[in-house]
């Protein structure tokens, strides 16, 4: 068995679902009501937290945080008595506060809702997120002469205006998209309202004859693909010997409400024959991640129901699930119906669901990660924020329309994948079971939006051969892995019949990046070789604007 492969999945509210103040004030008040239903417990947790503290005053309690816990790295935590205390004092807190949730007679899935709030609560109260329990960011302020608190306030002031309040991740000036972002060279040869199709100029004299067609999620713009030189798929596949054609998907308004499933299917279909056209070739090798994934697996299935899948030759889905279950973060701790219809309300009112508030809800899944740490280095420390691409990327958000963001919320809810023919699409009832090229199935080990096994899950849905690979990284640091700078890992068993952890206890671990794997599975679909050309579209299909297009800066 790996024993260095994460087995728990734990549970996290899903982005496009999202998470409301009703929410967490109703699990708020759940753990109220059963806190007086049960006083016995909270007596019981109240005493041992007394007793904790005793301890504590005594020298002699052993509480110490996670070696993975960054925010306690500062030295004062073990070596002044004050910093040591203040911290023991927090970590006996919250054990008795999690203890207390944990022996509350409630289902699963309201302690797992409880444990989620009471957990934000005692995050926000750490030590650290204080001037005063920070001793860094004293540090600071004394040998700065005050200067970084002043830099932190005028950082603080400038998130309220500019960034909703929440801590900037990032210095958005280090970089442009164009200038030092998706920059490698291509050209847009097709555009239609819902996307533009990127063609990306050969570097090698002889090229793949099958294209690669790579589908990017709507939920962000479609450059993680192409990011920096040493990051960029694009690159990549391009280095090794590929075609590569990308779809960048429009940016859209409330005008474009009525946007569904079915029309970025329509869309995808239209721009795979202008992909073959272009290239003269038989079929295209697919990719898709997250939300394009779920948009390319329907645009699979709806293909085979037309009898045009053999356009299609394979296709990869990365860190994508298609079908759920209530116990896994898919749907998540809050998704019930109520909720549900609650976000779908507020889009269709709305005409979008608005991006920012999708990757606020993303930042409150990790908050220490992604909140708590910038607001320590933003405003105590009054440090810049990073200069970092993904991070660029990740805050450059887009908006759904309310039509797919309905369609989105239904196939979480529904489960439309496993149930064959529940989902149409222009009348073609949708069948993955009979989608029959080759498919590739990645998930991340570390990954809290889309857990490995429920990714893992989406191997028994379709009708052809499946191969499911994990790479050892989070949900886009398990992407972004090119072999240049790899220290991580990847792990593979054949035998996609059993079960998540059984597969699992049967893959062999092989070192560093993945992609060379997937480049090799990639050459086994893409029937030989042709004559790379200089020249960006066809006849038919002329060039529209050099990439990266226009709809990327909308």
Same mark, same amino acid.
């Given at each position: 068995?790996?024993?260095?492969?994460?087995?728990?999945?734990?549970?996290?509210?899903?982005?496009?679902?999202?998470?409301?103040?009703?929410?967490?004030?109703?699990?708020?008040?759940?753990?109220?009501?059963?806190?007086?239903?049960?006083?016995?417990?909270?007596?019981?947790?109240?005493?041992? *937290?007394?007793?904790?503290?005793?301890?504590?005053?005594?020298?002699?309690?052993?509480?110490?945080?996670?070696?993975?816990?960054?925010?306690?790295?500062? +030295?004062?935590? @073990?070596?002044?008595? *004050?910093?040591?205390?203040?911290?023991?004092?927090?970590?006996?807190?919250?054990?008795?506060?999690?203890?207390?949730?944990?022996?509350?007679?409630?289902?699963?899935?309201?302690?797992?809702?409880? @444990?989620?709030?009471?957990?934000?609560?005692?995050?926000?109260?750490?030590?650290?997120? %204080?001037?005063?329990?920070?001793?860094?960011?004293?540090?600071?302020?004394?040998?700065?002469?005050?200067?970084?608190?002043?830099?932190?306030?005028?950082?603080?002031?400038?998130?309220?205006? +500019?960034?909703?309040?929440?801590?900037?991740?990032?210095?958005? @000036?280090?970089?442009?998209?164009?200038?030092?972002?998706?920059?490698?060279?291509?050209?847009?040869?097709?555009?239609?309202?819902?996307?533009?199709?990127?063609?990306?100029? /050969?570097?090698? !004299?002889?090229?793949?004859?099958?294209?690669?067609?790579?589908?990017?999620?709507?939920?962000? !713009?479609?450059?993680?693909?192409?990011?920096?030189?040493?990051?960029?798929?694009?690159?990549?596949? *391009?280095? +090794?010997?590929?075609?590569?054609?990308?779809?960048?998907?429009?940016?859209?308004?409330? +005008?474009?409400? #009525?946007?569904?499933?079915?029309?970025?299917?329509?869309?995808?279909?239209?721009?795979?024959?202008?992909?073959?056209?272009?290239?003269?070739?038989?079929?295209?090798?697919?990719?898709?991640?997250?939300?394009? $994934?779920?948009?390319? =697996?329907?645009?699979?299935?709806?293909?085979?129901?037309?009898?045009?899948?053999?356009?299609?030759? =394979?296709?990869?889905?990365?860190?994508?699930?298609?079908?759920?279950?209530?116990?896994?973060?898919?749907?998540?701790?809050?998704?019930?119906?109520?909720?549900?219809?609650?976000?779908?309300?507020?889009?269709?009112?709305?005409?979008?669901?608005?991006? @920012?508030?999708?990757? !606020?809800?993303?930042?409150?899944?990790?908050?220490?990660?992604?909140?708590?740490?910038?607001?320590?280095?933003?405003?105590?420390?009054?440090?810049?924020?990073?200069? %970092?691409?993904?991070?660029?990327?990740?805050?450059?958000?887009?908006?759904?329309?309310?039509?797919?963001?309905?369609?989105?919320?239904?196939?979480?809810?529904?489960?439309? %994948?496993?149930? /064959?023919?529940?989902?149409?699409?222009?009348?073609?009832?949708?069948?993955?079971?009979?989608? #029959?090229?080759?498919?590739?199935?990645?998930?991340?080990?570390?990954?809290?939006?889309?857990?490995?096994?429920?990714?893992?899950? =989406?191997?028994?849905?379709?009708?052809?051969?499946?191969?499911? *690979?994990?790479?050892?990284?989070?949900?886009?640091?398990?992407?972004?892995?090119?072999?240049?700078?790899?220290?991580?890992?990847?792990?593979?068993?054949?035998?996609?019949?059993?079960?998540? #952890?059984?597969?699992?206890?049967?893959?062999?671990?092989? =070192?560093?990046?993945?992609?060379? %794997?997937?480049?090799?599975?990639?050459?086994?679909?893409?029937?030989?070789?042709?004559?790379?050309?200089?020249?960006?579209?066809?006849?038919?299909? !002329?060039?529209?604007?050099?990439?990266? $297009?226009?709809?990327?800066?909308?």
């Amino acid at each position: 068995m790996n024993t260095n492969i994460k087995q728990d999945q734990g549970l996290a509210f899903n982005p496009v679902i999202g998470l409301s103040v009703e929410d967490v004030q109703k699990a708020s008040r759940e753990a109220i009501r059963q806190s007086l239903m049960q006083p016995a417990i909270m007596l019981e947790q109240t005493a041992k *937290l007394w007793r904790d503290f005793y301890y504590i005053a005594m020298n002699q309690s052993k509480l110490a945080p996670s070696s993975r816990d960054r925010r306690f790295a500062d +030295e004062s935590f @073990r070596q002044n008595p *004050l910093y040591a205390s203040l911290l023991k004092t927090w970590l006996a807190w919250e054990q008795r506060m999690l203890e207390w949730v944990d022996a509350l007679d409630m289902t699963e899935i309201e302690r797992e809702r409880t @444990r989620f709030i009471v957990q934000l609560y005692v995050d926000s109260l750490a030590p650290t997120n %204080f001037l005063l329990g920070n001793p860094s960011a004293l540090r600071k302020a004394y040998e700065s002469g005050g200067s970084s608190l002043l830099n932190g306030f005028k950082q603080f002031v400038e998130d309220v205006q +500019e960034n909703g309040g929440m801590p900037s991740q990032v210095d958005k @000036r280090a970089f442009t998209v164009g200038g030092n972002l998706a920059t490698t060279e291509g050209s847009v040869v097709f555009r239609i309202p819902v996307l533009e199709l990127i063609q990306y100029q /050969p570097v090698t !004299k002889m090229v793949k004859s099958r294209p690669v067609f790579i589908v990017p999620p709507q939920i962000n !713009k479609y450059y993680l693909y192409d990011l920096s030189e040493h990051n960029s798929f694009v690159r990549y596949l *391009l280095n +090794e010997g590929f075609q590569v054609f990308i779809v960048s998907w429009r940016n859209p308004t409330a +005008e474009h409400r #009525d946007w569904g499933i079915a029309s970025y299917v329509e869309a995808l279909d239209q721009a795979i024959d202008v992909c073959l056209e272009i290239s003269g070739q038989d079929a295209v090798n697919t990719v898709g991640a997250c939300a394009g $994934g779920i948009t390319l =697996s329907a645009a699979l299935g709806y293909f085979q129901g037309k009898g045009t899948l053999k356009r299609v030759k =394979s296709m990869t889905l990365m860190v994508n699930v298609l079908e759920s279950e209530e116990d896994d973060s898919v749907l998540g701790l809050f998704a019930s119906k109520g909720t549900i219809e609650s976000a779908r309300s507020q889009s269709d009112l709305m005409g979008v669901m608005d991006g @920012r508030e999708t990757s !606020k809800v993303f930042n409150w899944m990790r908050p220490n990660d992604l909140i708590w740490n910038y607001h320590v280095s933003n405003y105590l420390h009054g440090e810049k924020p990073p200069v %970092f691409d993904v991070l660029y990327w990740n805050n450059d958000t887009t908006r759904l329309p309310a039509k797919l963001h309905s369609d989105f919320l239904d196939i979480f809810s529904i489960n439309p %994948f496993s149930k /064959p023919g529940s989902l149409t699409i222009n009348g073609v009832p949708i069948d993955l079971s009979s989608v #029959d090229c080759d498919v590739l199935i990645t998930g991340g080990t570390t990954d809290h939006i889309t857990p490995w096994q429920a990714c893992y899950r =989406s191997t028994r849905l379709f009708g052809g051969k499946v191969t499911y *690979l994990l790479s050892t990284a989070g949900h886009i640091q398990s992407l972004l892995n090119p072999p240049t700078s790899s220290k991580r890992s990847y792990f593979l068993n054949e035998d996609v019949s059993v079960t998540a #952890d059984e597969w699992v206890q049967g893959a062999k671990e092989h =070192s560093g990046s993945w992609w060379p %794997f997937w480049s090799d599975w990639l050459t086994q679909h893409a029937n030989g070789e042709v004559e790379a050309t200089d020249k960006f579209g066809s006849h038919k299909y !002329k060039p529209i604007a050099i990439a990266p $297009g226009e709809y990327v800066f909308e």
